[in-house]
């Protein structure tokens, strides 16, 4: 009995955690607005990602975005989406 309380907390704890967030993700590379439309593109076919949400500023190297869950999954397909587009994440994600 003990254990399966434990287990479903376990379960339940990451999705309490990890909520909704605004986040802001450094990118380096990118040059003008055509790398911003691509990055943006990209971003938008990640899952969890508000695509409404979605703003890259070029002068600051930014991307800020709205994602449902602020996890480590969600954290590592926004990075390799930036990657595939052809640029790359600095430093760690922001969670605002
Ligand atoms: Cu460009």
Known sequence: MLRQLVA???????S???G??????KI???T???????VTRKLEQVPNVDKASI??????????LSVVSA?????????KAVTSAGY?????????
Not at 55 to 64: D, G, S
């Open 8 to 14: 479903a907390l376990l379960f339940l704890l990451p």
């Open 16 to 18: 309490l955690a990890f």
């Open 20 to 25: 909704a967030a605004n986040i802001e993700v």
């Open 28 to 30: 380096d590379g990118m």
């Open 32 to 38: 003008c607005a055509g790398c911003v439309e691509a």
């Open 55 to 64: 703003k890259v500023v070029l002068k600051e190297n930014t991307a800020r």
């Open 71 to 79: 996890d480590e999954q969600t954290f590592k397909a926004i990075k």
């Open 88 to 96: 790359k994440v600095v430093g760690e994600i922001k969670v605002n």
